[in-house]
């Protein structure tokens, strides 16, 4: 599970407080008939390269905004179906786990705060079953770690996400679509980002 549930989280650094969100721009189709998925994403997201999963696209404009896929390894996990994770909130657990191992710090205040929001499952119109979970994880830090005194050390917001993540599974394999966006251009994009998560789909490969 680690496996399929680690991937590069862009921009640790926050940019929540300068994001704009850009209005509806359209859709374009990633169809990866290799891995054997496909996805839509806004047409004015741009692709980047060596981000750790196996393809990535972010906002331009909203730096924090991006969205990824992930894959278990093809000789390391035989699943069955998406149920092989629990069910829905089972699944939650493990993703949320996976989002706080990969956002540990060693700097000194840093705290996490987070929670599951939703979790679903449907049969999509290719009639394969699939997850969705939404969590929110916010990061507090002190504004001077090295501080003393604890009145010195004031804790401030660095940042506020919506994790969206839609899990399924063909080829033995498990496939997770993740996306992450700031919670004040979630509640502007929301309808678009949905759009994202309901266009994903696991399909055959044939060799």
């Known amino acids: 599970m680690a496996l399929i549930l680690s991937s590069y989280i862009f921009s640790e650094a926050g940019f929540d407080n300068i994001a704009f969100a850009q209005q509806s721009v359209g859709f374009r189709e990633y169809i990866d008939q290799f891995d054997g998925y496909s996805l839509k994403y806004p047409q004015n997201w741009i692709q980047v390269r060596g981000a750790g999963a196996d393809i990535f696209f972010r906002d331009p404009f909203v730096l924090d905004e991006n969205v990824s896929v992930e894959l278990s390894s093809p000789s390391s996990s035989n699943y069955k179906s998406v149920e092989d994770l629990g069910p829905p909130e089972e699944a939650a657990e493990k993703v949320l786990k996976q989002y706080l191992t990969e956002f540990m ?3 000194i205040g840093v705290r996490r705060e987070s929670n599951i929001i939703s979790t679903s499952s449907r049969v999509a119109d290719d009639g394969k079953l699939y997850y969705q979970v939404e969590v929110n994880i916010k990061s507090y830090a002190n504004n001077n770690e090295l501080a003393v005194m604890p009145g010195e050390r004031v804790v401030r917001l660095e940042w506020n996400r919506r994790y969206l993540s839609v899990l399924g599974v063909e080829n033995n394999r498990l496939y997770e679509l993740r ?4 919670e004040n251009v979630f509640v502007q ?17 044939t060799v």
């Open 179 to 182: 996306l992450q966006t700031p």
């Open 189 to 205: 994009e929301e309808n678009d980002l949905r759009q994202v998560m309901d266009s994903f789909r696991v399909n055959k490969v």
């Open 105 to 107: 710090s060693t700097r």
